[in-house]
């Protein structure tokens, strides 16, 4: 059954950290480049970070320098790590295998949700 199922987000004040999880079916994970995606309230959904099965990784310009992404292939999970937040990263977090123009390859989870107050 493939499964992607996001954790770890909260309530936290602008400057503060999070650190996202997503678990993954095997079968997702395994050979594929893995991504986080947000939406925010009134707004799209976009890739924000990615990481291939070989460990290259690529931010959305917002992120950089504040967003780490990494994975676990013996947990089958990928990680966000999320500095420095502001308000404007206030959003659902979601994960999932990433493809072509970084869409998404797979139904989506229950996503966690982040919100930064100022």
């Known amino acids: 059954q493939v499964q992607l199922v996001e954790s770890g987000g909260g309530l936290v004040q602008a400057g503060g950290s999070l650190r996202l999880s997503c678990a993954a079916s095997p079968s997702i994970f395994s050979r594929n480049t893995m991504g986080w995606y947000r939406q925010a309230p009134g707004k799209q959904r976009e890739n924000v970070a990615r990481i291939t099965s070989s460990g290259s990784t690529n931010y959305a310009d917002s992120v950089k320098g504040r967003f780490t992404i990494s994975r676990d292939s013996a947990k089958n999970t990928v990680y966000l790590r999320m500095n420095s937040l502001k308000p404007e990263d206030t959003a659902v977090y979601y994960c999932?295998?990433?493809?072509?123009?970084?869409?998404?390859?797979?139904?989506w989870g229950q996503g966690t949700q982040v919100t930064v107050s100022s």
């Open positions: 999932n295998a990433v493809g072509v123009y970084a869409l998404p390859l797979y139904s």
